[in-house]
Nanobody
Framework: QVQLVESGGGLVQPGGSLRLSCAASRSIFSAMGWYRQAPGKQRELVATITSADRTNYAVSVKGRFTISRDNAKNTVYLQMNSLKPEDTAVYYC?????????WGQGTQVTVSS
C-alpha cells in the first residue's frame, strides 16, 4: 500500500504560478502523474513522469507546466506557470506500482481574478 498526499493548491490570479507537491508514504521508483477534474467534467491527464524521468504533458498545459520528482524525498511536483481560469480544477496525484493505481485525495486549484 502507498499513501499519496497532495499539497500546494490555492487561489491564484490569471498569469500566476503555483507548485503542487505529492508526497508518497514510501520510497517509489515508478511512473507517477497528475490528473485534474473540473466541475462537470471528466478527470483528465495533466502530466506524467516515468522512473527514468521521461515526461509527457497534455497539449493544454505543455510549455506552462513542468512535472518533476525527487526520489530522495519520495515526492513529485507540478510547477504551474501562466495559469488560466480554465486550469481551475481539483488536481490529483497518481502512482502506478506493480499493476495497481494509487490516488491522492486531491488539492483544489482556483484561477480567478
Amino acid at each position: 500500500q502507498v499513501q499519496l498526499v497532495e499539497s500546494g493548491g490555492g487561489l491564484v490570479q490569471p498569469g500566476g504560478s503555483l507548485r503542487l507537491s505529492c508526497a508518497a508514504s514510501r520510497s517509489i521508483f515508478s511512473a507517477m502523474g497528475w490528473y485534474r477534474q473540473a466541475p462537470g467534467k471528466q478527470r483528465e491527464l495533466v502530466a506524467t513522469i516515468t522512473s527514468a524521468d521521461r515526461t509527457n504533458y497534455a497539449v493544454s498545459v505543455k510549455g506552462r507546466f513542468t512535472i518533476s520528482r525527487d526520489n530522495a524525498k519520495n515526492t513529485v511536483y507540478l510547477q504551474m506557470n501562466s495559469l488560466k481560469p480554465e486550469d481551475t480544477a481539483v488536481y490529483y496525484c497518481t502512482l502506478t506500482l506493480l499493476g495497481n493505481d494509487y490516488w491522492g485525495q486531491g488539492t483544489q486549484v482556483t484561477v480567478s481574478s
